[in-house]
């Protein structure tokens, strides 16, 4: 059986803000009978880009999120809904439905992902359609990822079993809510580590002809315990990164080798992103 789902890669966003304005395009002032009543021009952002920065000067990062309606397989909005206002389709696609859900308020705040927004001129809960109405009239793409300039965002269309594979094969995740629910969210993230997780950095130099220098294609290694996690070269600015750590994990070494010997040593204790800072060679 047909169904779609939605994959965002983080590492490809770049905020460029087209999905937003592209949903806008299609929603603001029309209407879709059975799909969407006209999405307000103000204060709705179906597609939600989340922005975080990470790291302090001068090591810092910014990351995107685009955070739709998750189209989640036991949705807590269709639980909460009364008169049948939202409905699972057999394709996966979650839609509140215009002319059942008016005056119902209170679906707003039954999305963990706080995905749903109201409609105060309308009296109506609004979401992220996928843009069902253009898939059911023959469109391949809703019209944010038709949009998206850098792949970040892509449709999946195909059985349970092949989404299953893609999200096994390419390590993709979805956004965990509190409480222990499991909502079985549909939107699926690859990279999310730029989001949600930590990354340690620093500088490596050394000093030539009494003249302090970058000192690039040294190795880097990251430790924790007898562990060895990762190694890094140091690239022309003498820059060197480690990602993809979790936040408050505890005490770490960063060794710094040339040849066969560990020519500089910083222990740390890892608290969110940050650089530690130049670390010279001898
Ligand atoms: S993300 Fe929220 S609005 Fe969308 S299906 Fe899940 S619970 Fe419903
Ligand atoms: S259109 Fe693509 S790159 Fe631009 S903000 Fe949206 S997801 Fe990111």
Redesign the pocket.
Known sequence: MKTYALIVDVEKCENCNNCFLSCKDEHCGNDWPGYAAPQPPHGHRWMNIKRRERGTFPMIDAAYRPTP????DD????AAAEHDA?VKRDDGI?L?LPERARGQRGLAA????G??WWNEELQLPQ??TFCAHLLDGGWQQPRCVQSCPTGALSLFTGDSEQLQNIVVDEGLQVLPVGSGAH?R?RVYYKNLYRYDRCFIGGTVARMREGVEECADGVSVVLRQGRDLLAEAVTDEFGDFRFDNLVRDSGDYLVEIVVGDTIAAARPFSLGVSGSLGTIMLE
């Open positions: 309606c998750m189209h989640c949705p807590p909005c269709l939202v979650v509140i039954s999305c963990p992902y995905a749903i979401k992220c909502p969210p």
